[in-house]
Every structure is written in structure tokens, then in C-alpha cells.
């Protein structure tokens, strides 16, 4: 586990790249914003957490760290004891943890449920959606009080580690450790909009950026098969009676109207996704 600390004081913000080796994309950016060297307002902890699969570009090395937690600093498995250590460096802190999927290639949230913090922070990230875990979160990151977790995009992709940098700042100007972008005059005397690097950073606007949030309600079982096909597009409404995956000749028929979750063809080991419902939009 590498952790950086920028600013004076305990921080009670922080940032947590790559529990899976399989996705660097937390850790790029979390490198390329502290080579920035940023002056920041709030102290804030990045922390680059599971070093060891990361460098042998394995997801884990001997359980899924984001199923471990709280971990056992006893534990003779890597990830039981990293769990430990990482919840202990983030306890206190709002937490944002960033992750990378084979499913979708646009960012989106992922929370326990929407509180008030998320309500706070949701809206000022470069994101159009967000998750609500449900009761799908036992083990994870996510269990621990005010965490946001990201998608930041396409495991291993480049667009991934670029869009993780940016929601990196958005996290940090939303919890005022970063300076909002400034706002310039549109010479008429009222201000226009922020002036930043990226339109992702949407920050300061009059009107926040909405998203719609959705609720996991099940997981979709996939069984042994050589070949794997998704049907549908995450996020897009499926029909009763809908196919919406293949295994080998076998296929899966939606027994009711649901949303596609993290559905993809080989993300999981033993599920397409999961089930979820529209439940609103934020703010």
C-alpha cells in the first residue's frame, strides 16, 4: 500500500486507487495528480492500495480485496490483512474509491445508499448515474461510513485512467480540498461559467449535473459455459420477455421489466450483473 499525504493536519478526506491489480487506472491517477504537486485547502490521503497485485497485473493474489473487509491483521491471506490496513487509514475520512469494469465506458457512482453526503457530493462529479448497492455491499469498501466508489470506465484503458483523474478533482472541489475552478466574466457584468482544463469538471454551475440514480434488487446467475454474450446495454430498461444474455446455446429471458447493472459477458465469474430499478434522479 502506497499513501500519499498533501497539506497540514489529519486529513478527513481520501482517495483510494486500484484495490484490484487489474485496474490501474485508480493508481494512474492518483500518481498523475501528486506529480502535480497541488496546492490544496483540506488535507487529503491518496492511497494506491493493493501494490502487490497491481504490480503482477492480477485482480488479487488471494482473495478479492473488495469482498475482504474489515480484513484480520492477523490473517495469513495478503487481502484479509490489507482490508485491515486500509480501513484504518481511511477510517474518519470521506472516502472515494476507484474502480474499472468491462461493462460500461462511461463513469458512474456507486454507493451504499444516497445519505446526505453523497447528496452533497453526487451531483458535482462528472457522472450521469449513480448506484445504490442495496444489500449487495457486505465485504466492500463501500460498507464504511461516507465512501464513494466510481467506475471510472474500461478496465485497462487509457480513457479509464484520464476520466479517473478528473473525477479525482471533482471529489476533491466538492469536499473543498481543491480551490472551485474559477468563474469569469462574460463582459456583460454577470458571471458565465467555471473556465477549466476539462467541461467534466462540472463544478460551481447554477445548475448542478443531474443523474439518475438506480438500486441493485438481484443478482443475474451465469452458468458454466465456453461463450458469453449481453444482449442489452446497461442502464437501458429490459421488458419482460426480453433476451438479454447467452450462454453458449442457452438463453437468458427477463422474467419481469428490470434496469442492467455492471452486466457484461466476462466481469464476473458467476453472474452476467444484476437486476436493478430506477429510483429517482439527483438534485
Known amino acids: 500500500m502506497r499513501i500519499y499525504e498533501l497539506g497540514d493536519g489529519t486529513p478527513e478526506v481520501s482517495v483510494v486507487g486500484s484495490i484490484h491489480g487489474d485496474e490501474p487506472c485508480g493508481a494512474r491517477a492518483i500518481e498523475r495528480f501528486v506529480a502535480e504537486d497541488p496546492d490544496v485547502e483540506r488535507p487529503v490521503k491518496l492511497i494506491v492500495a493493493n501494490e502487490e497485485a497491481l504490480e503482477a497485473d492480477v485482480r488479487y493474489l488471494d482473495e478479492d480485496l473488495n469482498r475482504a473487509f474489515p480484513g484480520d491483521p492477523h490473517a495469513e491471506n495478503h487481502e484479509r490483512r490489507l482490508a485491515h490496513d486500509l480501513g484504518r487509514e481511511v477510517r474518519g475520512t470521506t472516502a472515494f474509491s476507484i474502480h474499472s469494469t468491462q461493462s460500461y465506458a462511461e463513469p458512474f457512482a456507486i454507493v451504499d445508499t444516497v445519505d446526505a453526503i453523497a447528496r452533497s457530493i453526487l451531483p458535482r462529479l462528472p457522472v450521469d448515474v449513480a448506484v445504490e448497492t442495496n444489500n449487495f455491499a457486505e465485504g466492500r469498501l463501500i460498507e464504511h461510513a461516507h465512501t464513494i466508489e466510481v467506475e471510472a470506465g474500461l478496465q485497462k484503458s487509457d480513457e479509464a485512467a484520464d476520466n479517473a483523474y478528473w473525477l479525482i478533482r471533482a471529489f476533491l472541489t466538492a469536499t473543498n480540498v481543491l480551490p472551485a475552478p474559477a468563474v469569469a466574466s462574460d463582459g456583460s457584468g454577470e458571471e458565465s461559467e467555471p473556465q477549466t482544463e476539462d467541461d467534466r469538471l462540472k463544478l460551481g454551475i447554477p445548475e448542478e449535473n443531474s443523474l439518475d440514480v438506480f438500486r441493485l434488487l438481484e443478482r443475474l446467475p451465469k452458468p458454466v ?28 429471458v427477463a422474467d419481469r421489466d428490470f434496469y442492467p447493472v455492471l452486466l457484461s459477458a466476462y466481469g464476473y465469474a458467476d453472474i452476467f450483473g444484476y437486476a436493478g430499478e430506477k429510483v429517482g434522479t439527483l438534485p
Open 225 to 252: 459455459a465456453e461463450e458469453y454474450e449481453v444482449l442489452t446495454t446497461n442502464f437501458t430498461a429490459v421488458t419482460e420477455g426480453t433476451t438479454f444474455a447467452r450462454a453458449d446455446d442457452e438463453r437468458f
